[in-house]
Nanobody
Framework: QVQLLESGGGLVQAGESLRLSCAAS????????MGWYRQAPGKQRELVAT???????SAANTVKGRFTISRDNAKNTVYRQMNSLKPEDTAVYSC??????????????WGQGTQVTVSS
């Protein structure tokens, strides 16, 4: 069994920040690519950012100057730091991870999603 547990969503005002976390646990051999998707009301789910396992314990990429994706390989956790949030960032944010289990099976797993609501 593999589980992705997300946390960090909530209701904030425009200009504020949130940090989302997604931790993978269970019968894991290795966690490969990790990423965040989002689905805004009335829209299709879209890819926001991905990050590879990289070298070392963490890797980070800054997207569009406001958001940063990073990960801690030792904790099998991916983060998304979101600064200067705007109302158009309102969406359900879901974590996705490409995981190889201890049984040698490689699959894509999803978290349950966390709601981010930005008020103006």
């Amino acid at each position: 069994q593999v589980q992705l547990l997300e946390s960090g969503g909530g209701l904030v005002q425009a200009g504020e920040s949130l940090r989302l976390s997604c931790a993978a646990s269970g019968s894991i051999s290795s966690v490969n690519r990790m990423g965040w998707y989002r689905q805004a009301p009335g829209k299709q789910r879209e890819l926001v950012a991905t990050i590879s396992s990289g070298v070392g314990t963490s890797a980070a990429n800054t997207v569009k100057g406001r958001f940063t994706i990073s990960r801690d390989n030792a904790k099998n956790t991916v983060y998304r730091q979101m600064n200067s949030l705007k109302p158009e960032d309102t969406a359900v944010y879901s974590c996705n991870a490409d995981i190889t289990t201890v049984y040698g099976v490689r699959l894509s797993y999803w978290g349950q999603g966390t709601q981010v609501t930005v008020s103006s």
